[in-house]
């Protein structure tokens, strides 16, 4: 199982919503490049994946898709922020291969939020924006080339399932860089 979203795994409560939502959700399939969450629409429901993954994506500037994220199989698939404070989504979650959901409405998922948290949601609200910001200023900190291997450290079976397209985009590098990246590392380890 890839471990992408740490705050998945780091805040234990979560487990809590996870298991009421296998117990009392709905398990529902999406199809490839199905929408889970549409950008723009006030987001509906909170799951968990029970196989497949998701794909966080926005549209860019100039018209194209941007792959922000990913959740992966017995991760929880949300746009936790502007779903419980009922805003409408700035990123679309999709299907990226046929994939089931073990999901609830979100105005279940708040209510078991609030009583999980007893009213306070700082632990999650910090531990989520720690994982964000660490994302974002690895962008400056890191080249694209240690961005790739801390990815493929970290979630080893990515490339089994994520097409190479997508980790291009979510490591903010054309197809072609990620290309030449994986053939200077495959050269670099055969001397």
């Given amino acids: 199982m890839v471990q992408f979203n740490q705050y998945d795994y780091q805040i234990g409560q979560l487990s809590a919503i996870k298991n009421y939502c296998r117990d009392n959700g709905d398990l529902c399939r999406y199809a490839k490049e199905e929408a ?12 968990v994946v029970e196989s497949g993954y998701f794909k966080y994506t926005v549209i860019t500037s100039s018209g194209n898709e941007a792959v922000v994220g990913f959740a992966f199989e017995g991760e929880i698939v949300a746009d936790f922020y502007n779903s419980y404070n009922c805003r409408p989504a700035e990123i679309t979650i999709k299907a990226g291969t046929d994939s089931s959901v073990s999901q609830i409405r979100v105005t279940e998922a708040k209510g078991l939020l609030d009583s999980t948290f007893e009213g306070d949601l700082s632990s999650i609200n910090g531990t989520l924006f720690s994982e964000i910001y660490g994302r974002y200023l690895e962008l400056y900190r890191k080249t694209p080339t ?6 493929i450290n970290q979630c080893p079976q990515i490339l089994d399932i ?27 380890s055969d001397e």
């Fill in 36 to 47: 889970f969450v549409q950008q723009g629409d006030v987001a509906k429901y909170l799951g």
């Fill in 146 to 151: 240690e961005r790739y291997l801390d990815l």
């Fill in 162 to 188: 994520v097409s190479l397209k997508d980790i291009a985009s979510y490591l903010l590098v054309t197809p072609v860089y990620l290309s030449r990246i994986r053939k200077n590392l495959a050269k670099n």
